[in-house]
């Protein structure tokens, strides 16, 4: 059985932009009072410019934690557990309501398309108070695979079982 070998592929902005783009989960990572980090697994959009969209309430401890320390990181996962992934960092802010409203528009359409009724989703954002957590990216790292170091694969290397 052939070994997946890992990998570490630098990639500029563009490209950054369309791997956040076909990928829907990661883990958010905002900083608590003390410094201690807090991350919660979340659902994420990719707006027009390239920002990092998170759907929260206001009262999320994400959406606290950024309120008063706008520095935050999310870990963009694939679909499955060895999928590519990455990690990226900037700046967060919370878009509360009104505001939000639009942005929970461009969240739903980034992350679904067309809604068949906008009138029916505005309203309901509005009755759910939601908000919206906006992440600039500002660094990233490449976007990685696991597996061995190309370096421990060999085709005369045994596979985990020995053979």
Known sequence: MARNIATNTRVEFPELTNFLRGNRHAVFLTYRRSGEPQMSPVVFAVDSQGRILVSTYPDRAKAVNVRRDARAAACILGADFDDAWVQVSGRAEVI????????LVDYYRAAAGEHPDWDEYRSAMLTQGKSVIRLTIETWGPVATGGFPAHLVSSSTPDAQGK
């Open 96 to 103: 509360d309501l009104p505001e939000s409203v639009d942005v």
